[in-house]
């Protein structure tokens, strides 16, 4: 069980386009889900926690105008990246989480290239 | 404030070898531990944790790790080494408010 799955797994668009991540729990139901951000050989960085039907909280220099983030259910959330520049080029990992203090299970990736 | 130091930058050990990844957090309260393991171009596999109990916990893959409080430590273990090994090992610890804080990571290589 706890199985997370993430789609595209890669995705090449162009400048100024906007960008939908999708993010499943396929086996459970995740009251919390995270998105993350990771650069080459880098580690995670979080970028926001989203708890199903309420807004996500966005860690410090993430721009929510920018990674728009809607949990719509216990199962899905998604990560919208809104006029997509080069600079968001990065590869995009999510989580979900059962309840409070609870493992997150990674989805996959998603790997976006901006041209 | 929470963090989590992972001293090693990357780590070469013979395949059949012994290999011990250090993980080192600062966290004020009993901390819940995680190590995960990514392959190149994957999401992260959780490999063992711990929240309370036994200080030596058993993951996957033949993997264990001790939470040494005293030393503030959660190093993880594996007594011989594969070649399938070789992959990025990321400490986590699990603070109050769901926040997960990782550490920069370690990477393995696994030489014949």
């Known amino acids: 069980g706890a199985v997370v799955s993430q789609h595209p797994s890669r995705v090449i668009c162009k400048s100024g386009t906007s960008v939908k991540i999708e993010c499943r729990s396929l086996?459970?139901?995740?009251?919390?889900m995270f998105w993350y951000r990771q650069f080459p050989k880098q580690s995670l960085m979080l970028m926001a926690t989203?708890?199903?039907?309420?807004?996500?909280?966005?860690e410090q220099g993430v721009e929510k105008d920018k990674f728009l983030i809607n949990h719509a259910s216990l199962t899905l959330s998604t990560l919208t990246v809104t006029s997509a520049h080069p600079e968001d080029s990065s590869f995009y990992i999510c989580?979900?989480?059962?309840?409070?203090?609870?493992?997150?299970?990674f989805g996959p990736g998603t790997r976006l290239l901006v041209l | 404030a929470q963090s989590v130091t992972q001293p090693d930058i990357h780590i070469t050990v013979s395949e059949g070898a012994s290999l011990e990844l250090r993980c080192n957090y600062s966290y004020g309260a009993t901390p819940y531990l995680f190590w995960y393991v990514q392959s190149p171009g994957q999401g992260l596999q959780l490999l063992l944790k711990y929240f309370s109990g036994d200080t030596l916990v058993q993951g996957i893959k033949g993997f264990e790790a001790e939470f040494k409080r005293s030393q503030s430590s959660f190093n993880l273990r594996k007594p011989s080494v594969h070649w399938s090994d070789a992959a990025e090992y990321f400490c986590a610890v699990g603070a109050t408010g769901n926040q997960f804080y990782f550490g920069t990571g370690t990477s393995l290589t696994v030489i014949p």
């Open positions: 989580s979900a989480q059962r309840g409070v203090k609870e493992t997150q299970y």
């Open positions: 086996d459970f139901q995740a009251t919390t």
């Open positions: 989203s708890n199903e039907g309420s807004k996500a909280t966005y």
